[in-house]
Protein backbone atom coordinates (compact mmCIF):
# COMPACT_ATOMS: atom_id res chain seq x y z
CA UNK A 1 0.00 0.00 0.00
CA UNK A 2 2.72 2.51 0.76
CA UNK A 3 5.10 1.53 -1.99
CA UNK A 4 1.62 2.30 -4.63
CA UNK A 5 1.62 5.63 -2.63
CA UNK A 6 4.95 6.26 -3.64
CA UNK A 7 4.97 5.39 -7.06
CA UNK A 8 1.54 8.01 -7.26
CA UNK A 9 3.64 10.98 -5.49
CA UNK A 10 5.92 10.58 -8.53
CA UNK A 11 3.67 10.53 -11.46
CA UNK A 12 2.53 13.39 -9.79
CA UNK A 13 4.91 15.31 -9.34
CA UNK A 14 5.54 14.57 -13.06
CA UNK A 15 2.17 15.90 -14.08
CA UNK A 16 2.35 19.11 -12.51
CA UNK A 17 6.19 19.68 -13.74
CA UNK A 18 4.79 19.23 -16.96
CA UNK A 19 1.90 21.81 -16.68
CA UNK A 20 4.13 24.74 -15.13
CA UNK A 21 6.36 23.91 -18.19
CA UNK A 22 3.40 23.95 -20.26
CA UNK A 23 1.99 27.55 -19.23
CA UNK A 24 5.45 29.02 -18.79
CA UNK A 25 6.11 32.82 -19.13
CA UNK A 26 6.40 33.85 -22.42
CA UNK A 27 3.28 32.25 -23.91
CA UNK A 28 2.41 33.84 -27.04
CA UNK A 29 -1.79 35.25 -26.02
CA UNK A 30 -4.43 37.05 -27.85
CA UNK A 31 -7.63 38.48 -27.34
CA UNK A 32 -10.32 37.59 -29.93
CA UNK A 33 -13.32 39.54 -30.25
CA UNK A 34 -16.40 39.87 -32.71
CA UNK A 35 -18.99 42.78 -32.30
CA UNK A 36 -21.54 43.83 -34.17
CA UNK A 37 -21.13 47.81 -33.65
CA UNK A 38 -25.12 48.21 -34.91
CA UNK A 39 -25.26 49.62 -38.20
CA UNK A 40 -22.40 51.85 -37.97
CA UNK A 41 -21.66 54.55 -40.14
CA UNK A 42 -19.27 56.59 -38.19
CA UNK A 43 -19.05 58.76 -35.06
CA UNK A 44 -19.68 57.00 -30.90
CA UNK A 45 -15.53 57.42 -30.75
CA UNK A 46 -15.65 58.18 -27.21
CA UNK A 47 -18.37 55.84 -26.29
CA UNK A 48 -16.60 53.18 -28.76
CA UNK A 49 -13.21 54.12 -26.93
CA UNK A 50 -14.67 53.50 -23.29
CA UNK A 51 -16.48 50.25 -24.13
CA UNK A 52 -12.66 48.82 -25.36
CA UNK A 53 -9.95 50.11 -23.44
CA UNK A 54 -12.83 51.33 -20.45
CA UNK A 55 -11.59 49.94 -17.34
CA UNK A 56 -13.71 49.11 -13.82
CA UNK A 57 -12.03 46.91 -10.97
CA UNK A 58 -9.16 45.86 -12.95
CA UNK A 59 -11.02 44.79 -15.55
CA UNK A 60 -11.17 45.76 -19.21
CA UNK A 61 -11.71 44.79 -22.53
CA UNK A 62 -8.80 45.52 -24.15
CA UNK A 63 -8.77 42.98 -27.37
CA UNK A 64 -6.09 42.00 -30.09
CA UNK A 65 -8.63 41.15 -32.64
CA UNK A 66 -12.08 42.27 -33.57
CA UNK A 67 -14.62 40.50 -35.91
CA UNK A 68 -16.68 43.45 -36.62
CA UNK A 69 -20.38 43.67 -38.70
CA UNK A 70 -22.42 46.00 -39.98
CA UNK A 71 -20.13 48.40 -41.33
CA UNK A 72 -21.78 50.47 -43.69
CA UNK A 73 -18.89 52.17 -45.71
CA UNK A 74 -14.80 52.16 -45.46
CA UNK A 75 -15.16 55.64 -43.85
CA UNK A 76 -17.02 54.22 -40.89
CA UNK A 77 -14.07 51.61 -40.88
CA UNK A 78 -11.84 54.60 -40.86
CA UNK A 79 -13.46 56.55 -38.10
CA UNK A 80 -13.58 53.41 -35.93
CA UNK A 81 -9.30 52.44 -35.80
CA UNK A 82 -9.16 55.97 -35.49
CA UNK A 83 -11.19 55.82 -32.65
CA UNK A 84 -9.11 52.60 -31.09
CA UNK A 85 -5.91 54.06 -31.97
CA UNK A 86 -6.45 56.84 -30.14
CA UNK A 87 -8.08 55.58 -27.41
CA UNK A 88 -6.64 56.59 -23.39
CA UNK A 89 -5.04 53.31 -22.92
CA UNK A 90 -4.63 51.84 -26.41
CA UNK A 91 -1.20 50.88 -28.21
CA UNK A 92 -2.33 52.77 -31.15
CA UNK A 93 -1.56 49.80 -33.78
CA UNK A 94 -4.51 49.12 -34.76
CA UNK A 95 -5.34 47.82 -38.36
CA UNK A 96 -8.60 47.15 -40.62
CA UNK A 97 -8.52 44.91 -43.60
CA UNK A 98 -12.25 44.07 -45.01
CA UNK A 99 -13.65 43.26 -48.90
CA UNK A 100 -16.10 45.25 -50.57
CA UNK A 101 -18.53 47.40 -48.25
CA UNK A 102 -21.68 47.00 -50.01
CA UNK A 103 -25.42 45.81 -49.28
CA UNK A 104 -24.01 42.18 -49.53
CA UNK A 105 -20.99 42.69 -47.16
CA UNK A 106 -20.67 44.39 -43.82
CA UNK A 107 -17.92 42.28 -42.12
CA UNK A 108 -14.41 43.64 -41.40
CA UNK A 109 -11.09 42.19 -39.26
CA UNK A 110 -9.64 44.66 -37.01
CA UNK A 111 -6.57 43.93 -35.75
CA UNK A 112 -3.61 44.91 -33.49
CA UNK A 113 0.05 44.57 -35.76
CA UNK A 114 2.10 44.10 -32.64
CA UNK A 115 0.18 41.35 -32.06
CA UNK A 116 -1.11 39.60 -35.25
CA UNK A 117 0.41 39.58 -38.35
CA UNK A 118 -1.84 38.71 -41.79
CA UNK A 119 -1.15 36.39 -45.15
CA UNK A 120 -2.36 38.13 -47.54
CA UNK A 121 -6.03 40.23 -47.29
CA UNK A 122 -9.22 38.67 -46.55
CA UNK A 123 -10.54 36.13 -48.74
CA UNK A 124 -14.52 35.48 -49.81
CA UNK A 125 -15.67 32.22 -49.22
CA UNK A 126 -18.85 32.68 -50.11
CA UNK A 127 -20.77 35.30 -52.02
CA UNK A 128 -24.35 36.98 -50.85
CA UNK A 129 -27.03 38.33 -52.58
CA UNK A 130 -30.76 39.34 -52.21
CA UNK A 131 -32.27 35.51 -53.73
CA UNK A 132 -34.29 33.69 -51.51
CA UNK A 133 -32.42 31.07 -52.30
CA UNK A 134 -28.81 32.33 -51.18
CA UNK A 135 -27.14 33.64 -48.05
CA UNK A 136 -27.80 37.68 -47.67
CA UNK A 137 -23.78 38.48 -47.19
CA UNK A 138 -20.21 37.75 -48.37
CA UNK A 139 -18.34 35.01 -45.77
CA UNK A 140 -14.47 36.08 -45.47
CA UNK A 141 -12.04 34.74 -44.01
CA UNK A 142 -8.43 35.75 -43.30
CA UNK A 143 -5.24 34.26 -42.07
CA UNK A 144 -3.20 35.20 -39.53
CA UNK A 145 0.01 34.43 -37.35
CA UNK A 146 0.57 35.31 -34.09
CA UNK A 147 3.82 37.44 -33.63
CA UNK A 148 6.30 35.40 -31.31
CA UNK A 149 4.43 32.31 -32.28
CA UNK A 150 7.75 29.50 -32.13
CA UNK A 151 5.95 27.77 -34.96
CA UNK A 152 5.91 29.99 -37.73
CA UNK A 153 4.11 27.51 -39.98
CA UNK A 154 0.89 27.86 -37.91
CA UNK A 155 -1.71 29.91 -39.15
CA UNK A 156 -5.36 30.83 -37.72
CA UNK A 157 -8.21 31.48 -40.33
CA UNK A 158 -10.72 33.76 -38.49
CA UNK A 159 -14.43 33.73 -40.27
CA UNK A 160 -16.40 36.24 -39.86
CA UNK A 161 -19.73 36.31 -40.68
CA UNK A 162 -23.28 37.81 -40.32
CA UNK A 163 -26.32 35.64 -41.45
CA UNK A 164 -29.63 36.26 -41.91
CA UNK A 165 -31.64 37.59 -39.56
CA UNK A 166 -35.28 36.41 -38.47
CA UNK A 167 -36.91 32.89 -37.64
CA UNK A 168 -38.94 31.85 -40.46
CA UNK A 169 -38.22 28.64 -42.60
CA UNK A 170 -36.47 30.56 -44.99
CA UNK A 171 -34.34 32.14 -42.70
CA UNK A 172 -33.35 29.39 -41.06
CA UNK A 173 -32.70 27.87 -44.28
CA UNK A 174 -30.46 30.61 -45.68
CA UNK A 175 -28.34 30.39 -42.49
CA UNK A 176 -28.14 26.87 -43.44
CA UNK A 177 -26.44 27.71 -46.68
CA UNK A 178 -23.84 30.08 -44.54
CA UNK A 179 -23.18 27.50 -42.42
CA UNK A 180 -22.34 24.62 -45.17
CA UNK A 181 -20.03 27.03 -47.12
CA UNK A 182 -18.22 27.73 -43.89
CA UNK A 183 -18.12 24.42 -42.83
CA UNK A 184 -17.01 23.40 -46.11
CA UNK A 185 -13.61 25.62 -46.35
CA UNK A 186 -13.41 24.78 -42.89
CA UNK A 187 -12.92 20.73 -44.02
CA UNK A 188 -10.82 22.46 -46.53
CA UNK A 189 -7.39 23.71 -44.82
CA UNK A 190 -4.59 22.21 -43.94
CA UNK A 191 -3.03 20.13 -40.99
CA UNK A 192 -0.82 23.41 -39.99
CA UNK A 193 -4.36 25.44 -39.04
CA UNK A 194 -6.50 26.14 -36.45
CA UNK A 195 -9.69 28.20 -36.90
CA UNK A 196 -12.11 30.37 -35.25
CA UNK A 197 -15.59 31.06 -36.51
CA UNK A 198 -16.58 34.97 -34.88
CA UNK A 199 -19.71 37.11 -36.13
CA UNK A 200 -23.57 37.54 -35.20
CA UNK A 201 -25.30 33.95 -36.25
CA UNK A 202 -29.15 35.47 -35.67
CA UNK A 203 -30.14 31.96 -34.17
CA UNK A 204 -32.46 31.13 -31.49
CA UNK A 205 -31.10 27.75 -30.83
CA UNK A 206 -28.51 25.34 -31.21
CA UNK A 207 -31.26 22.42 -32.11
CA UNK A 208 -31.55 24.84 -35.52
CA UNK A 209 -29.83 22.67 -38.74
CA UNK A 210 -27.45 25.41 -39.78
CA UNK A 211 -25.91 25.59 -36.22
CA UNK A 212 -26.23 21.48 -35.99
CA UNK A 213 -23.77 21.72 -39.42
CA UNK A 214 -21.31 23.93 -38.18
CA UNK A 215 -21.30 22.22 -34.65
CA UNK A 216 -22.39 18.28 -35.54
CA UNK A 217 -20.15 15.12 -36.61
CA UNK A 218 -19.93 14.20 -39.98
CA UNK A 219 -18.44 12.31 -42.54
CA UNK A 220 -15.40 14.76 -43.04
CA UNK A 221 -14.94 16.32 -39.28
CA UNK A 222 -11.59 18.28 -40.32
CA UNK A 223 -14.14 21.34 -40.29
CA UNK A 224 -15.99 21.13 -37.60
CA UNK A 225 -16.97 23.93 -34.97
CA UNK A 226 -16.82 23.46 -30.88
CA UNK A 227 -18.62 26.21 -28.89
CA UNK A 228 -15.86 27.18 -26.22
CA UNK A 229 -18.40 27.27 -23.22
CA UNK A 230 -20.08 24.11 -23.98
CA UNK A 231 -23.60 25.98 -23.39
CA UNK A 232 -26.25 24.60 -26.15
CA UNK A 233 -30.01 24.98 -25.67
CA UNK A 234 -32.82 27.06 -26.36
CA UNK A 235 -31.37 30.64 -25.91
CA UNK A 236 -34.18 32.91 -27.12
CA UNK A 237 -36.22 34.39 -24.42
CA UNK A 238 -34.76 32.11 -22.06
CA UNK A 239 -33.35 33.42 -18.33
CA UNK A 240 -31.20 30.32 -17.87
CA UNK A 241 -29.28 31.16 -20.28
CA UNK A 242 -28.95 35.46 -19.65
CA UNK A 243 -24.89 35.31 -18.54
CA UNK A 244 -24.46 34.52 -22.54
CA UNK A 245 -27.30 36.53 -24.22
CA UNK A 246 -25.97 39.00 -26.52
CA UNK A 247 -28.67 41.40 -27.78
CA UNK A 248 -30.27 43.88 -27.17
CA UNK A 249 -28.37 46.00 -24.32
CA UNK A 250 -30.16 49.22 -25.57
CA UNK A 251 -33.74 47.68 -24.81
CA UNK A 252 -35.27 48.27 -27.54
CA UNK A 253 -35.97 44.34 -27.40
CA UNK A 254 -34.08 43.62 -24.10
CA UNK A 255 -31.49 41.37 -23.61
CA UNK A 256 -33.08 38.14 -24.42
CA UNK A 257 -30.93 36.50 -27.40
CA UNK A 258 -27.45 34.79 -28.01
CA UNK A 259 -26.88 35.35 -31.44
CA UNK A 260 -23.86 36.55 -31.07
CA UNK A 261 -20.42 33.84 -30.82
CA UNK A 262 -17.03 32.38 -31.12
CA UNK A 263 -16.31 28.97 -31.91
CA UNK A 264 -13.36 27.02 -32.26
CA UNK A 265 -11.96 23.54 -34.32
CA UNK A 266 -11.33 20.91 -32.45
CA UNK A 267 -7.53 21.53 -32.60
CA UNK A 268 -8.18 24.55 -30.42
CA UNK A 269 -8.99 22.53 -27.39
CA UNK A 270 -6.57 20.18 -27.40
CA UNK A 271 -3.98 21.30 -25.36
CA UNK A 272 -1.24 21.18 -27.97
CA UNK A 273 -0.22 24.25 -29.70
CA UNK A 274 -2.72 27.18 -30.10
CA UNK A 275 -4.99 26.84 -27.36
CA UNK A 276 -8.67 28.62 -25.90
CA UNK A 277 -7.69 29.79 -22.19
CA UNK A 278 -10.54 27.91 -20.43
CA UNK A 279 -12.11 24.19 -20.16
CA UNK A 280 -14.83 23.43 -22.69
CA UNK A 281 -15.88 20.44 -20.79
CA UNK A 282 -17.55 22.56 -18.39
CA UNK A 283 -20.84 24.53 -19.59
CA UNK A 284 -20.74 27.95 -18.42
CA UNK A 285 -22.23 29.64 -15.20
CA UNK A 286 -25.76 29.51 -14.76
CA UNK A 287 -25.37 31.70 -11.52
CA UNK A 288 -22.48 34.08 -12.07
CA UNK A 289 -20.85 35.89 -14.94
CA UNK A 290 -17.23 35.39 -13.57
CA UNK A 291 -16.99 32.03 -14.31
CA UNK A 292 -12.93 31.06 -13.04
CA UNK A 293 -13.27 27.97 -15.96
CA UNK A 294 -13.63 30.51 -19.23
CA UNK A 295 -11.86 33.46 -20.37
CA UNK A 296 -15.11 33.59 -22.72
CA UNK A 297 -17.46 36.33 -21.53
CA UNK A 298 -20.00 38.67 -23.12
CA UNK A 299 -18.61 42.24 -22.38
CA UNK A 300 -21.26 43.83 -20.06
CA UNK A 301 -23.39 41.16 -19.49
CA UNK A 302 -23.68 40.20 -15.39
CA UNK A 303 -26.54 38.57 -15.65
CA UNK A 304 -28.86 41.20 -14.30
CA UNK A 305 -30.37 42.58 -17.17
CA UNK A 306 -32.97 39.64 -18.84
CA UNK A 307 -35.73 41.42 -21.17
CA UNK A 308 -34.53 44.63 -20.08
CA UNK A 309 -32.03 47.23 -21.09
CA UNK A 310 -28.59 46.81 -19.82
CA UNK A 311 -28.09 47.39 -16.08
CA UNK A 312 -25.81 50.63 -15.66
CA UNK A 313 -25.58 50.87 -11.94
CA UNK A 314 -24.83 48.62 -10.35
CA UNK A 315 -23.39 46.39 -13.00
CA UNK A 316 -20.74 44.12 -11.29
CA UNK A 317 -18.97 43.39 -14.47
CA UNK A 318 -18.37 46.60 -15.91
CA UNK A 319 -19.83 49.52 -14.03
CA UNK A 320 -21.97 52.57 -14.79
CA UNK A 321 -20.15 53.89 -17.17
CA UNK A 322 -18.76 50.88 -19.83
CA UNK A 323 -22.34 49.82 -19.44
CA UNK A 324 -23.49 52.86 -20.76
CA UNK A 325 -21.35 53.11 -23.53
CA UNK A 326 -21.92 50.00 -24.94
CA UNK A 327 -25.51 50.96 -24.60
CA UNK A 328 -24.69 54.13 -26.20
CA UNK A 329 -23.20 52.26 -29.21
CA UNK A 330 -25.83 49.98 -29.60
CA UNK A 331 -28.20 53.38 -29.86
CA UNK A 332 -30.35 53.67 -32.36
CA UNK A 333 -30.38 50.37 -33.94
CA UNK A 334 -31.34 47.94 -31.34
CA UNK A 335 -27.80 46.45 -31.23
CA UNK A 336 -25.11 43.85 -29.61
CA UNK A 337 -22.99 43.45 -26.80
CA UNK A 338 -19.40 42.20 -27.66
CA UNK A 339 -18.11 38.82 -27.31
CA UNK A 340 -14.43 38.32 -26.40
CA UNK A 341 -12.20 34.97 -25.39
CA UNK A 342 -8.25 34.70 -25.16
CA UNK A 343 -6.23 32.34 -26.78
CA UNK A 344 -2.57 31.31 -26.33
CA UNK A 345 0.18 29.13 -27.68
CA UNK A 346 0.92 26.21 -24.98
CA UNK A 347 4.87 26.49 -24.53
CA UNK A 348 6.38 23.11 -25.34
CA UNK A 349 9.74 22.32 -23.19
CA UNK A 350 12.58 21.00 -25.19
CA UNK A 351 12.86 17.25 -25.17
CA UNK A 352 16.24 17.81 -22.91
CA UNK A 353 14.41 19.67 -20.45
CA UNK A 354 11.62 17.13 -20.44
CA UNK A 355 14.63 14.42 -19.67
CA UNK A 356 16.10 16.12 -16.97
CA UNK A 357 12.69 16.90 -15.50
CA UNK A 358 11.90 13.10 -15.37
CA UNK A 359 15.16 12.33 -14.14
CA UNK A 360 14.65 14.95 -11.40
CA UNK A 361 11.74 14.10 -10.65
CA UNK A 362 12.72 10.25 -10.19
CA UNK A 363 15.65 10.66 -8.57
CA UNK A 364 13.53 12.86 -5.84
CA UNK A 365 11.08 10.16 -5.47
CA UNK A 366 14.04 7.17 -4.55
CA UNK A 367 15.30 9.26 -2.02
CA UNK A 368 11.62 9.93 -0.70
CA UNK A 369 11.21 6.13 -0.65
CA UNK A 370 14.94 5.92 1.11
CA UNK A 371 13.74 8.02 3.95
CA UNK A 372 10.78 6.51 4.47
Do not use: C
Not at 187 to 211: A, C, K, V
Amino acid sequence: MLHGNRRKVTVGLVAVSLSILSTSAGAQQVRIATWNVSNYAGGRAADIQNAVYGSFEGRSMSPDVILGQEFRSSAAVGEFVNALNSATGSPGDWVAKFGTLNATNDSVFFYRSSKVTTFGDPLRIATGSTSDTNQPRDTYRLDVGLVGDPDASRRLALYNVHMKSGGSGEDVQRRQIEAQRIRENANSLGSNYEFILGGDFNMQSSSQQPYQTLTGSATDNRGRFFDPINTPGSWDNNDAYRFVHTQDPSGQGGMDSRYDFLLGGASLFDGVGLDYVGDRSKPYSTTTWNDPNHSYRVWGNDGTSFNSTLRTTGNSMVGASIAQSLINVATPSGGHLPVFMDVRVQAVPEPGTLAAVGVGLVALARRRRKRS
